[in-house]
Nanobody, 122 residues
Framework: VQLQACGGGVVQAGGSLSLSCAVSGRTFGGYFMGWFRQAPGKERELVAARNWSGYNTYYAESVKGRFTITRDYAKKTVDLQMLSLKPEDTAVYYC????????????????WGQGTVVTVSS
């Protein structure tokens, strides 16, 4: 599985951004897709995840109601729509994949895209 993330940028607080993770390689069925973020000096944390069917999704409490993880079947991407952004959302965002059930920790994911930087100014 190869992952390529894009879509980061600079936005003012209250604004929105969409991140996209292009997925290629093996079949997508059975994989759990996640978006992590890592702020300076902090551990990488899972902010949103979903299985390929979308039946099972997860959102960190800090982003619930503001972030939405979706999948575009035609484009073969897993996207993260981010609304009402806050300065504390500033981080490097990574998409990741693991086979099987949801994982919450960085070490549980086998495949990673490169990071994309999101900066939210106050």
């Amino acid at each position: 599985v190869q992952l390529q993330a894009c879509g980061g940028g600079v936005v003012q607080a209250g604004g929105s951004l969409s991140l996209s993770c292009a997925v290629s390689g093996r079949t997508f069925g059975g994989y759990f897709m996640g978006w992590f973020r890592q702020a300076p000096g902090k551990e990488r944390e899972l902010v949103a995840a979903r299985n390929w069917s979308g039946y099972n999704t997860y959102y960190a409490e800090s982003v619930k109601g503001r972030f939405t993880i979706t999948r575009d079947y035609a484009k073969k991407t897993v996207d993260l729509q981010m609304l009402s952004l806050k300065p504390e959302d500033t981080a490097v965002y990574y998409c990741a994949a693991r086979y099987g059930s949801i994982g919450y920790k960085e070490y549980e994911y086998d495949y990673w895209g490169q990071g994309t930087v999101v900066t939210v100014s106050s």
